[in-house]
């Protein structure tokens, strides 16, 4: 039998003089405190800096949260996406940046849950924690909700990117925004009115940004439900995760007798909106994926129902 012949090894230099190789040096001396009340604390130093600062903080903070949904899966984990921040005044130069992510953990080790409750008792204790007088918490996360084929009735799971904003001033108290990005299928009513047969059709993507009521009651309505029902049900068609061939044929006539422009959309999806006795205020926008063109169709609106 044949034995491979293997080359000898190479004899390196140990790893510590490799690292010397490499530009490692020996540690310099030691002169600052290393006790922390005996280190500078620039962040909280008092001057007058010129002007006050709006908005101070971190964000792109991704973290493991729990949700709870009306839809199955009715309790998941999925990952959230944060901003934490908050104003600051003249007189400081700065502020906490490890005070944010502090009270992540503490909420994390204590099962943290995305809900308008704890968020907004989060963003109170928070701005405690910094001393300051607002502060803001925005999350925003994959929402994963199950959808049955309308024929064959399998499953699988769909999702939609959801948002909660929660501004919290000591004077003024909470103000709380949610918002929605779903996916829905449109086909073009210009396209049907001319073809000898057939249309052409686009994925879309709605944005539905809603600011809150004061007495809108998480326990009573899922308000991540509700707004995604706001943007299916005014669609050519819904997406599916599983379709079978009699589910397409359902999905592809459903959408030819339902033909919708982004103009269409937005009108629509913001009838819904106003229809909703929780929502004080809208904001819906609509783009469309064009699959005959390199470009993509848009419209968008706003409206406050207070204004009225």
């Known amino acids: 039998m044949n034995k491979t012949n293997l080359n000898p090894m190479k004899q390196l230099p140990s790893k510590e003089e490799r690292h010397k190789l490499f530009g490692s040096v020996e540690p310099g001396p030691r002169t600052k405190p290393v006790e922390k009340n005996k280190m500078a ?4 130093s008092k001057k007058d800096f010129l002007f006050d600062i709006d908005v101070v903080g971190i964000s792109n903070v991704k973290h493991p949260i729990r949700i709870h949904s009306s839809l199955k899966p009715e309790i998941q ?11 600051i005044k003249k007189g400081s ?17 204590e099962g943290f849950a995305i809900d308008l409750y704890t968020l907004k008792a989060f963003t109170k204790e928070l701005a405690e924690r910094l001393k300051q007088e607002d502060a803001y918490v925005e999350v925003t996360f994959p929402w994963f909700f199950e959808r049955k084929g309308p024929f064959s009735q ?54 539905m940004s809603v600011k809150l009521t004061d007495d809108f009651n998480e326990q009573e309505v899922d308000w991540k439900a509700a707004l995604l029902e706001a943007a299916e049900s005014n669609a050519s068609a819904r997406i599916h995760p599983v379709l079978k061939r009699p589910d397409e044929k359902a999905v592809t006539e459903q959408a030819y007798e339902n033909p919708r422009f982004v103009e269409d959309i937005v009108r629509l999806v913001a009838a819904d909106l106003y229809e909703m006795p929780f929502v004080q205020s809208f904001y819906v926008a609509c783009r469309n994926e064009e699959s005959i063109h390199l470009h993509d169709a848009i419209a968008e609106l706003h409206y406050d129902k207070t204004s009225e």
Not at 41 to 44: A, G, K, R, T, W
Not at 164 to 184: F, M, P, R, S, W
């Open 41 to 44: 604390d620039l962040q909280n």
């Open 77 to 87: 984990t999925t990952i959230g996406t944060f901003r934490f921040s908050s104003s």
């Open 93 to 109: 130069k700065g502020t906490n940046m490890s005070r944010f992510t502090e009270q992540l953990d503490k909420y994390h080790n």
């Open 154 to 207: 399998l499953t699988g799971l769909n999702h939609a990117n959801a948002t909660l904003k929660v501004n919290y001033d000591i004077h003024t108290g909470y103000d709380i925004e949610v918002a929605l990005q779903g996916t829905i299928t449109t086909l073009c009513p210009c396209s049907k009115e001319i073809s000898e047969y057939s249309a052409h059709n686009q994925r879309g993507q709605v944005t």
